[in-house]
């Protein structure tokens, strides 16, 4: 869906470990609250903020809240089955984004 709305998109491979991409020309980070993996959203938030410091991360969940213990890494939260917010949070998060960078 990101696709088609003109986003380029790269993937981090969440398992026993995180491995996200090589290089640093990354915009946005869409993290799901619930990971099928052994590492839990908060720690791959905390990773993703020590490779990639100022790179917003977009929650995105079954809850209908923001959980706590994932809020001082988010930049925004969508609830799972509303695309159309989705696409407004990414959208407006990448305006802010590039508002403070220029």
């Keep these: 869906m990101l696709e ?4 380029k998109c790269k993937t ?9 991409p090589a290089d ?3 915009d946005l980070v869409l993290l799901d609250y619930r990971l099928n993996s ?3 959203a908060v720690q791959v938030a905390e990773e993703v ?3 990639f410091p100022h ?4 929650v995105l969940s079954e809850l ?3 959980p706590d213990d ?4 988010a930049a925004g939260f969508v609830h799972k089955g509303e695309p159309k917010r989705m696409l407004d949070t990414i959208a407006n998060v990448l305006q802010k984004r590039a508002v403070r960078v220029s």
């Design 55 to 58: 790179v917003p991360i977009i």
């Design 24 to 26: 640093d020309a990354i």
């Design 38 to 40: 052994s590492l839990t």
């Design 4 to 7: 088609r709305e003109g986003y």
């Design 12 to 20: 981090a491979l969440v398992s026993e470990t995180l491995e996200l």
């Design 64 to 66: 209908q809240w923001m």
């Design 70 to 73: 994932i809020r001082p890494y």
């Design 49 to 51: 903020k020590k490779a």
